[in-house]
């Protein structure tokens, strides 16, 4: 991996880490929507790192989801829990940011926070093995 790409890949992890963070602090405060957004966002900024050290994007999200579906979902290289993940944040970030009326119970998304954190972890722990 070129040295350009390796600091585009540890920036994009950064920011993953990042998220999870933001993530934490509007949970603290109540944000339930925006709480969502973060997690997704943290695993979204992770498949970008981890698609790029593979020298592959898109300029969609959908077309990033389908990228990482196929090319780390399908291969068995992510398991498919991690695959389900990511589609439910995806599909939640997508309800709350866009739709009316939606206000997730933190009861109900106080978990996506491990799973999310556990996804981050998984991508990282993924290119450090591929180095």
Do not use: P
Not at 5 to 18: D, I, N
Not at 40 to 50: E, M, N, P, V
Not at 68 to 75: A, M
Not at 117 to 130: D, P, Q, R
Request: glycine share 6%.
């Amino acid at each position: 991996m070129m040295d350009e790409t390796r600091t585009l890949v540890s920036y994009r992890l950064e920011r993953a880490r990042e998220s999870l963070a933001e993530a934490r602090l509007l949970l603290e405060q109540g944000h339930t929507n925006t709480f969502v957004n973060r997690l997704y966002y943290a695993c979204f900024y992770a498949i970008s790192a981890l698609l790029l050290a593979r020298d592959l994007s898109s300029a969609k999200h959908s077309g990033l989801r389908s990228l990482f579906h196929q090319n780390f979902v399908k291969t068995g290289t992510i398991s498919a829990e991690l695959g389900k993940t990511y589609d439910k944040l995806y599909d939640n970030r997508q309800k709350g940011d866009y739709a009316d009326l939606v206000k997730f119970e933190k009861d109900k998304v106080l978990g996506w926070l491990k799973e999310a954190e556990n996804f981050v972890a998984a991508v990282e722990g993924l290119l450090e093995k591929e180095g």
